[in-house]
């Protein structure tokens, strides 16, 4: 299963769903690069989405704050547990290093945590946004 932009994971808020989009691009060339075993690029690759998954977190967050966002700390632990859960998936991969089995657990577990997160939390930030009329500006 692909890492692709769908009507349901839209927030409503572009900025924020552009982001969102481009997550799931990142995450998507991972997986592929996990699958072909691809040892030089996966580094890189990883980089990438650990670096954009934290740069948005940090837009996000800079915007529940701004706007005093009722749900911010619940939402802020979400993102740490991503970047702490992340961290330990890639050590598993660089002791294991890029196998199958390997591909399809981060794949798994990065679905996952799209869909739960994008789908409830990040959902609930876009309706809260939306109702005041906000945009996050990031």
């Not at 970047?83 to 002791?95: A, I, P, S, T, Y």
């Not at 290093?97 to 945590?113: D, K, N, R, S, V």
């Not at 997160?117 to 959902?123: A, K, N, Q």
């Amino acid at each position: 299963m692909a890492f692709e932009w769908a009507a349901d994971l839209a927030i409503g808020v572009e900025e924020i769903d552009e982001q969102h989009g481009e997550l799931l691009r990142r995450a998507e060339r991972l997986v592929r690069a996990l699958e072909a075993g691809d040892r030089v690029g996966i580094e890189p690759l990883l980089r990438s989405l650990a670096d954009y998954a934290r740069s948005h977190f940090e837009c996000e967050e800079r915007w529940m704050l701004h706007h005093e966002y009722p749900g911010f700390e619940a939402h802020r632990d979400g993102h740490r547990r991503f970047l702490d859960e992340f961290r330990g998936q890639v050590h598993e991969l660089q002791r294991l290093g890029p196998t199958p089995g390997m591909a399809t657990a981060i794949h798994g577990w990065l679905a996952g945590w799209m869909r739960d997160h994008l789908g409830g939390p990040d959902r609930d930030f876009g309706r809260w946004l939306r109702a005041r009329g906000l945009s996050p500006g990031c």
